[in-house]
């Protein structure tokens, strides 16, 4: 018997799947550690179920994903919002030294990948699905990446990104805490502000409103309108660009045309809000009718590519954005939250930053560049190298 899912029942499915994956993680502490993102959760289990269903051939279950296309790009507009120019100049020379480290590692990260799979005989495309792909673009990045991967014949790369970053966002926050306390004690660094220094003051509580959550959402949908426009030229470039990338890059004008003008329009944590509503939305419906029947096949390449990436990271923080970081306290927070978002996303490399903080002292500093270089270092860059080993492996 098969069962098909029409759009609307899909994206109604995922949202289950979602509701469901926050209830999970609100009752298993593994989860929260972790930062596993609710949609993988919940997504996870659906699939497994959808496995199980046609494995025994109790139904075949098909869904409409035409929607998580929409949502993936429309998560990707509002990352490119994050791309400021304006606030990058503030990070000043630290910020240029931080962006060129987490820069030069997405290059390391899927030569580790192609390299290792090359030795353990499976598809290039498959090591750069396990490099920068999954490794620091994250979960959303292995889905959207997977089915260009696929088109040029390698199999699973979609299910295999995935499981990656969802490896990823364990060991990202298990290697930080560790090389921040090596270097801690090894250079003796104390931190350049003491606890009453240093004022940590609260967000102030946004209050939306229909109009202006509607501007936002206009601009959203108008820097993503712009995109399009931007694809068309990237196309002339001869390289396979994923759609989202003009997204991303229209995004990224609007956002710096607000700043240039001082516009009172633009609300980032409005436009926060709705990407993350977008890549629940997006993770949820990939997930859900993801196919994880053969990635057993490839457990121990995995395995041996993960361990790399993980060796790899830690020697990196330690040895190279320490170094170009000024090699103080503030330099060890942030090899911290390297390791965090190297391997996990940024919720690691946030959360692993405040471990070492609340346990040494503050580093205001740290805390300030880092999110900053981070969204545009890697938001910006890393596409565009994925795309250049994608179409060099291919």
Not at 91 to 116: D, M, P, R, T
């Amino acid at each position: 018997m098969v069962i098909e899912f029409d759009v609307l029942q899909t994206v109604g499915l995922s949202v289950l799947a979602y509701l469901f994956g926050s209830k999970i993680k609100e009752k298993v502490k593994f989860f929260q550690k972790f930062f596993i993102p609710s949609p993988v959760i919940g997504g996870l289990i659906f699939s497994i179920l959808v496995f199980l269903f046609n494995k025994f051939g109790l139904v075949e279950i098909k869904f409409d994903t035409s929607m998580q296309d929409f949502f993936m790009n429309m998560f990707f507009t509002c990352i490119g919002f994050t791309c400021s120019i304006k606030l990058l100049k503030k990070s000043g020379f630290l910020g240029l030294k931080l962006a060129l480290a987490i820069i030069l590692f997405l290059f390391v990260q899927n030569l580790i990948g192609v390299g290792l799979a090359s030795l353990l005989g499976i598809n290039k495309l498959l090591g750069i699905a396990m490099g920068s792909i999954s490794m620091t673009g994250g979960i959303g990045s292995a889905v959207s990446f997977g089915p260009i991967m696929e088109g040029y014949g390698a199999k699973l790369a979609t299910e295999i990104g995935v499981a990656a970053a969802t490896c990823g966002l364990m060991m990202g926050s298990l290697v930080g805490g560790p090389v921040a306390t090596v270097l801690i004690k090894k250079y003796a660094l104390k931190p350049k502000f003491l606890d009453k220094d240093f004022v940590n003051n609260a967000k102030d509580f946004i209050k939306l409103d229909q109009k202006s959550l509607m501007t936002t959402s206009f601009l959203i949908l108008l820097a993503a309108f712009l995109g399009t426009y931007i694809n068309k030229v990237l196309v002339l470039t001869g390289l396979n660009f994923p759609y989202y990338v003009g997204c991303q890059f229209g995004g990224l004008v609007v956002r710096n045309i607000c700043d240039i003008r001082n516009s009172k329009n633009l609300r980032m944590e409005e436009v926060n809000i709705l990407g993350n509503i977008s890549l629940a939305l997006f993770l949820s419906i990939a997930l859900i009718s993801l196919n994880i029947e053969k990635i057993a096949s490839l457990a121990l390449p995995m395995l041996v590519v993960m361990l790399a990436q993980a060796i790899a990271m830690a020697l990196w923080a330690r040895f190279v954005t320490f170094n170009l970081s000024n090699k103080d306290y503030d330099a060890a927070v942030i090899a911290a939250g390297h390791c965090g978002v190297g391997l996990g996303q940024t919720p690691n490399a946030m959360a692993n930053m405040a471990a070492v903080i609340e346990e040494n002292g503050p580093a205001p500093i740290a805390m300030f560049v880092f999110p900053i270089v981070l969204a545009i270092a890697v938001n910006l860059t890393n596409p565009i190298i994925i795309t250049f080993f994608i179409n060099t492996f291919r």
